[in-house]
T-cell receptor, first 117, second 110 residues
Framework: GAGVSQSPSNKVTEKGKDVELRCDPI?????LYWYRQRLGQGLEFLIY????????KSGLPSDRFSAERTGESVSTLTIQRTQQEDSAVYLC???????????????FGPGTRLTVL | TQLLEQSPQFLSIQEGENLTVYCNSS?????LQWYRQEPGEGPVLLVT?????EVKKLKRLTFQFGDARKDSSLHITAAQTGDTGLYLC??????????FGQGTRLTINP
């Protein structure tokens, strides 16, 4: 079946503009995650959805960042008034409900590379 | 402050050599996962370790979870050029949330 898809794959924008990044998770996966990965770095957690609700938004770096999920499917990460420090790869992942507290495997999309000029 | 510290951050060795990558924390995790990421792609899960002291083998890769469930290691035997990539450890906090280390960028030279 299809994996996690993200669009666009690359986005170049000017400082101060708003951007929307889209994630299509694996069908039936209830959990959806957004991460940010700066060049050569690990993954920085941004937000997590369980269904359409976001029980953990603790990683959003500022109020310029927001995300929503509809139909327990597609999610959109919006960055308003982009800054140069927002330049990074934004990764989306989905997973089924964790059976235990051991954590479920997260299936990642290829990411959206955002460049803010 | 990085919750999970990986070392080394960069490692470049010759094909055929052995190597070990470490993932350390002062926190206890319910499980720990290792992912591998290639350029332009998202990370892909290699293994999940759940029990303190657990050892899992995946062909030439051996993963160990510390007895106290605070640290883990990845050992690769007879490295191959195809092992090149970014290796990420991730600790589970609760049922869903993962905390990632900063990664170890491994280069295997022919």
């Amino acid at each position: 079946g299809a994996g996690v898809s993200q669009s666009p794959s690359n986005k170049v924008t000017e400082k101060g503009k708003d951007v929307e990044l889209r994630c299509d998770p694996i069908s039936g996966h209830t959990a959806l995650y957004w991460y940010r990965q700066r060049l050569g770095q690990g993954l920085e957690f941004l937000i997590y959805f369980q269904g359409n609700s976001a029980p953990d938004k603790s990683g959003l770096p500022s109020d310029r960042f927001s995300a929503e999920r509809t139909g327990e499917s597609v999610s959109t990460l919006t960055i308003q008034r982009t800054q140069q420090e927002d330049s990074a790869v934004y990764l989306c992942a989905s997973s089924p409900i964790a059976r235990t507290s051991g954590g479920s495997e997260q299936f990642f999309g290829p990411g959206t590379r955002l460049t803010v000029l | 402050t990085q919750l999970l510290e990986q070392s080394p951050q960069f490692l470049s060795i010759q094909e055929g050599e052995n190597l070990t990558v470490y993932c350390n924390s002062s926190s206890v995790f319910s499980s720990l996962q290792w992912y591998r990421q290639e350029p332009g792609e998202g990370p892909v899960l290699l293994v999940t370790v759940v029990t303190g002291g657990e050892v899992k083998k995946l062909k030439r890769l051996t993963f160990q979870f510390g007895d106290a469930r605070k640290d883990s290691s990845l050992h690769i035997t007879a490295a191959q050029t195809g092992d090149t990539g970014l290796y990420l450890c991730a600790g589970a906090k609760g049922a869903q949330k993962l905390v990632f280390g900063q990664g170890t960028r491994l280069t295997i030279n022919p």
